[in-house]
């Protein structure tokens, strides 16, 4: 008789749930193919070596496993850190260390010297037809994107803002992507949607600003270069037609949650 008991069940949800976290993580490093030929390894070999009970191949199959968990480690190294530091970064934000902090003097702190430059710049963008795509990290990394740009470092502010985006100026028609805080590069090449759905209307900034926005849970606010107009990008959706205190708002809600 097979003892089953909740214990197990929540085993089983737990491995689930892992599998699920590494195969998303995976996804995103275009590393999904090589995970799920793992996957069908380890089940084979679960299969070869538990349930049929298959000496000779099961022997040759353990051998591939204990040398191949090496190879795996050199091979997801990258990965690895990556899903570490997701793990990390996760902690930081629901630590309980947040209960004796002054949350509401903090979000104050971060409102003014973050948030209220990037509405002022996108406002006198918007003003002046100047085409602009920021890109704004939350939890999962945009290293790869980052890479892919000029490495600035800066303190937020307007007017380097509005410099890097002036139409004469070589790293205009990428993205600029903030993290911790601090503008960290700019002129970076993002993945563009792709989706039949998109309106016709919308152009390359806004398709950039979907894909990437659909890859990871990051924040990409567009300024339009033919009309003007001011719209976020979040979770796959987007929001058009913003005004200055509609977008302090969104920021205020999203960036500081």
């Given at each position: 008789?097979?003892?089953?008991?909740?214990?197990?069940?929540?085993?089983?949800?737990?491995?689930?749930?892992?599998?699920?976290?590494?195969?998303?993580?995976?996804?995103?490093?275009?590393?999904?193919?090589?995970?799920?030929?793992?996957?069908?390894?380890?089940?084979?070999?679960?299969?070869v070596s538990e349930v049929?009970?298959?000496?000779?191949?099961?022997?040759?199959?353990?051998?591939?496993?204990?040398?191949?968990?090496?190879?795996?480690?050199?091979?997801?190294?990258?990965?690895?850190?990556?899903?570490?530091?997701?793990?990390?970064?996760?902690?930081?934000r629901l630590g309980f260390?947040?209960?004796?902090?002054?949350?509401?003097?903090?979000?104050?702190?971060?409102?003014?010297?973050?948030?209220?430059?990037?509405?002022?710049?996108?406002?006198?963008?918007?003003?002046?037809?100047?085409?602009?795509?920021?890109?704004?990290?939350?939890?999962?990394?945009?290293?790869?994107?980052?890479?892919?740009?000029?490495?600035?470092?800066?303190?937020?502010?307007?007017?380097?803002?509005?410099?890097?985006?002036?139409?004469?100026?070589?790293?205009?028609?990428?993205?600029?992507?903030?993290?911790?805080?601090?503008?960290?590069?700019?002129?970076?090449?993002?993945?563009?949607?792709?989706?039949?759905?998109?309106?016709?209307?919308?152009?390359?900034?806004?398709?950039?600003?979907?894909g990437i926005s659909q890859?990871?849970?990051?924040?990409?606010?567009?300024?339009?270069?033919?009309?003007?107009?001011?719209?976020?990008?979040?979770?796959?959706?987007?929001?058009?037609?913003?005004?200055?205190?509609?977008?302090?708002?969104?920021?205020?809600?999203?960036?500081?949650?």
């Amino acid at each position: 008789m097979i003892d089953f008991a909740i214990k197990d069940i929540i085993d089983i949800l737990l491995v689930a749930l892992m599998l699920f976290y590494v195969y998303r993580l995976m996804k995103q490093s275009s590393a999904a193919n090589v995970f799920s030929g793992i996957l069908v390894f380890i089940f084979v070999w679960l299969l070869v070596s538990e349930v049929f009970s298959m000496r000779l191949i099961g022997s040759i199959m353990d051998q591939m496993m204990s040398i191949g968990s090496l190879g795996l480690i050199v091979l997801f190294q990258k990965e690895i850190r990556q899903f570490f530091a997701d793990i990390g970064m996760r902690h930081r934000r629901l630590g309980f260390l947040k209960f004796f902090s002054n949350r509401k003097r903090q979000d104050e702190r971060t409102h003014r010297h973050h948030i209220i430059p990037i509405v002022m710049a996108c406002l006198n963008m918007s003003k002046q037809k100047t085409g602009a795509l920021i890109i704004i990290e939350r939890i999962e990394s945009l290293r790869e994107e980052m890479k892919s740009g000029d490495y600035i470092n800066a303190n937020i502010s307007q007017r380097l803002i509005e410099n890097i985006f002036f139409k004469n100026s070589p790293l205009h028609d990428g993205a600029m992507i903030i993290a911790g805080k601090r503008i960290h590069s700019a002129g970076c090449i993002l993945p563009v949607s792709h989706d039949t759905d998109i309106p016709k209307s919308l152009g390359l900034r806004h398709r950039a600003a979907l894909g990437i926005s659909q890859k990871t849970d990051c924040l990409a606010i567009i300024v339009s270069e033919e009309t003007g107009n001011i719209s976020v990008a979040s979770n796959g959706k987007i929001k058009l037609r913003l005004g200055a205190e509609e977008l302090e708002q969104l920021l205020t809600a999203e960036w500081t949650e």
